[in-house]
């Protein structure tokens, strides 16, 4: 671990996160170099650019707020923030995926209704900062797996692709009910919240290399 991260509230936390920023570059100059290799339009740029800047925007919220100490007066702030961007990184991971397979206008009407959602989650999360674990992390996975909504649309997609997006929606699960439960805790540095915050890195991986593979 860097020396830096050693300062920092929950260090592993803040640690894996922000390894998690940095991947989100990675991903959006590869997203963009495949793109421009494979001649595909604008668009298509562009959704991509949405999915790496919402994966960006997680994991640099969440490293902040797990480095800053918790009497800091930015604390509220920014675990507002680190919740909010989670919607963000939902929508942002179905925005390609929508408006890449689904035909006009089902994949801008999916994508919109995903967005305002999303909106919704954010706005309930800043007024309500303290609702129940439960109940917003069932809304992160209700959103997560609105695919199965649509099943008629998204079962078009290659089979490959649907594998690599169920594997991480499955990825995003098991992070979601090891932070519903909180366990297992194997020692003081490998708690259950850093073990999600692993499998939360393991969902995005997945979900870029869907992207990567079949849509940029």
């Known amino acids: ?29 590869i997203l963009q170099i495949i793109s421009y290799s494979n001649q595909k ?36 702030l920014f675990r507002k923030l680190d919740h909010s961007m989670i919607y963000v990184l939902i929508a942002g991971t179905y925005t390609p995926i929508a408006i890449g397979y689904l035909a006009p206008p089902a994949g801008l009407i999916f994508t919109s209704v995903i967005w305002g959602i999303a909106l919704f989650g954010i706005i309930t999360k800043i007024i309500w900062l303290n609702a129940p674990r439960l109940l917003y992390t069932l809304l992160y996975l209700i959103m997560g797996w609105a695919v199965v909504f649509y099943w008629q649309g998204f079962s078009a997609m290659p089979t490959n692709c649907l594998i690599l997006i169920a594997i991480g929606g499955l990825s995003y ?44």
């Open 173 to 216: 699960t098991i992070g979601a009910i090891i932070y519903i439960i909180k366990k297992p805790n194997l020692n003081t540095l490998w708690g259950f919240h850093e073990l999600f915050h692993i499998f939360i890195l393991l969902g995005t991986f997945f979900h870029f290399l869907a992207i990567a593979f079949f849509i940029a």
């Open 1 to 29: 671990m860097l020396k830096f991260f050693r300062n920092a509230q929950d260090p592993m936390s803040s640690y894996t996160h922000f390894i998690g920023a940095v991947l989100g570059v990675i991903y959006l100059v």
């Open 41 to 76: 339009d604008i668009t298509i740029h562009v959704i991509s650019l949405i999915f790496c800047l919402s994966v960006i925007a997680l994991y640099s919220a969440s490293s902040y707020y797990h480095y800053i100490p918790n009497d800091s007066k930015r604390k509220t």
